[in-house]
């Protein structure tokens, strides 16, 4: 066999090793937004989504997926010491203020949320649409917690049903919102990237219904 032959074989076994790899990236990132794949890293967010988009679930995943793309990339910065210690500080502020002014501690939550979650890397405070978007996609889990209490903050000026919302009403989306928080303020670096998150280490159990008595 010719050295030109040869090199002419080892090409061609070159070019095919190369296609094969980029089919193999190719289907895994097809499954990592694919319908399936979007279900198991979203969770109930898929659902919350799908409902959003009148049951139309190709429109809902067309959602996702691009979220998936913009953000998934994301690294999570680690808290320093004295800045977690701050924002488990305002928390508890928050928690005590619930008492006497619970639609202004859900306000203080909505911002504590923000900040800590710029904090760790994600988009600004002020640009809450993708900063929620990218948090949906690392803790997916915890997400519609913060939802919550944005939506009965800004229902202040636009009037929507939640500017009703009762303290109930307002306790339960900043308990939800509290598994967000512990989640962000987590010693740990990571979030919950699958849908399956971890709580972090202050349970929401210390922020309870006990904890947070009506006005």
């Known amino acids: 066999m010719s050295t030109g032959v040869i090199i002419v074989l080892i090409v061609i076994v070159i070019v095919v090793g190369v296609v094969a790899a980029a089919a193999a990236l190719a289907l895994r990132a097809r ?4 319908g399936s794949g979007l279900k198991r890293r979203f969770g ?3 659902d919350r989504t799908v409902a959003r988009h ?37 928390w508890a ?19 504590l949320l923000g900040e800590v979650a710029g904090a760790r890397g994600f988009p600004d405070v002020a640009e ?3 900063q929620f978007d990218a948090l949906s996609v690392h803790h997916a889990a915890h997400v519609h917690g913060y939802r919550r209490v944005h939506r009965v903050v800004t229902a ?4 929507t049903p939640e500017s009703q919302a009762g303290t109930e009403e ?6 939800e919102a509290r598994a967000l928080f512990d989640d962000l ?15 972090g280490r202050h349970s929401i159990g210390s922020f309870n219904k006990q904890a947070l008595k009506g006005s």
């Open 31 to 34: 499954g990592a937004t694919g």
């Open 44 to 46: 109930p967010e898929y």
């Open 54 to 90: 009148d049951g139309d679930a190709k429109a809902a995943e067309r959602e996702l997926g691009e979220r998936v793309q913009e953000h998934g990339s994301l690294h999570e910065q680690p808290l320093e010491p004295a800045a977690r210690e701050q924002f488990q500080a305002r």
């Open 93 to 111: 502020a928050a928690q005590e203020l619930f008492v006497d002014s619970p639609r202004q501690a859900v306000a203080d939550v909505d911002q």
């Open 128 to 130: 809450y649409d993708k």
């Open 156 to 159: 202040r000026t636009n009037g």
């Open 170 to 175: 307002m306790r339960e989306a900043m308990l």
């Open 185 to 199: 303020v987590s010693d740990d670096s990571g979030g919950s990237r699958n849908g399956n998150g971890r709580g």
